[in-house]
């Protein structure tokens, strides 16, 4: 085989490989999207309950993003956003890797998909969720420490895991059984309290 015939030879298995690791990428897309789809469907139903209760909650959402308002009283509201993000890649946290997964290897058939939850003012994402082509997902974080399940499940049961996270957000608002607020270690200048800024105060879960 001469040079240029060589040449062809080695980007065309680039391409096969190219192809296989794309394919793989939309497949983990793709049920994140389905993923998507259903949770903030049925987050969204759970509101009802919160509102039957007398609270007050409302939804905006789109295909990728979700923005839930929870309020408890004049004053006291939390919101949560969660949004999917574009792409696909290997997870590295031990949790939410795919049990039939290391985080030692980076297969692209072992690509996820991800959806992040946070909760203005703070800007760090305060849930992740890792959700996998064969429609399985896992989430840590702020509202639900550490969960999994299928995209497919009985709605019963992702209704029960958006109950949690709305239990959560209630919190946010005023803290329940379990839950306190505390003041925060950081200084509050003279200038943030002048602008109006939030107090440093944060809620905290009791383990």
């Given at each position: 085989m001469d040079?240029?015939?060589g040449a062809v030879a080695r980007f065309r298995r680039y391409r096969k490989h190219a192809d296989a690791t794309l394919g793989d990428m939309r497949l983990a897309e793709?049920?994140?999207?389905?993923?998507?789809e259903r949770?903030?469907?049925?987050?969204e139903y759970c509101t009802r309950y919160a509102n039957e209760a007398g609270f007050e909650a409302s939804t905006d959402r789109s295909e990728r993003r979700m923005r839930l308002k929870l309020?408890?009283?004049?004053?006291?509201?939390?919101?949560?956003?969660?949004?999917r993000l574009e792409g696909a890649a290997h997870e590295t946290e031990e949790f939410l890797l795919h049990e039939t997964l290391s985080r030692h290897t980076l297969p692209s058939e072992g690509y996820s998909g991800r959806v992040l939850g946070?909760?203005?003012?703070?800007?760090?994402?305060?849930?992740?969720?890792?959700?996998y082509r064969d429609g399985s997902w896992r989430t840590t974080g702020l509202l639900v420490e550490r969960s999994r399940g299928k995209?497919?499940?009985?709605?019963?049961?992702?209704?029960?895991?958006?109950?949690?996270i709305l239990g959560r957000?209630?919190?946010l608002c005023a803290p329940t059984d379990g839950v306190g607020r505390v003041w925060r270690t950081e200084k509050y200048r003279?200038?943030?309290y002048g602008r109006g800024a939030e107090p440093p105060v944060e809620t905290r879960w009791l383990k």
């Amino acid at each position: 085989m001469d040079f240029d015939a060589g040449a062809v030879a080695r980007f065309r298995r680039y391409r096969k490989h190219a192809d296989a690791t794309l394919g793989d990428m939309r497949l983990a897309e793709e049920a994140a999207r389905a993923f998507c789809e259903r949770f903030f469907e049925e987050l969204e139903y759970c509101t009802r309950y919160a509102n039957e209760a007398g609270f007050e909650a409302s939804t905006d959402r789109s295909e990728r993003r979700m923005r839930l308002k929870l309020s408890a009283a004049e004053g006291a509201g939390a919101e949560v956003v969660f949004a999917r993000l574009e792409g696909a890649a290997h997870e590295t946290e031990e949790f939410l890797l795919h049990e039939t997964l290391s985080r030692h290897t980076l297969p692209s058939e072992g690509y996820s998909g991800r959806v992040l939850g946070w909760a203005p003012p703070e800007e760090e994402p305060c849930q992740t969720f890792s959700v996998y082509r064969d429609g399985s997902w896992r989430t840590t974080g702020l509202l639900v420490e550490r969960s999994r399940g299928k995209t497919g499940d009985p709605k019963e049961v992702l209704r029960g895991f958006c109950l949690r996270i709305l239990g959560r957000v209630v919190d946010l608002c005023a803290p329940t059984d379990g839950v306190g607020r505390v003041w925060r270690t950081e200084k509050y200048r003279l200038s943030e309290y002048g602008r109006g800024a939030e107090p440093p105060v944060e809620t905290r879960w009791l383990k």
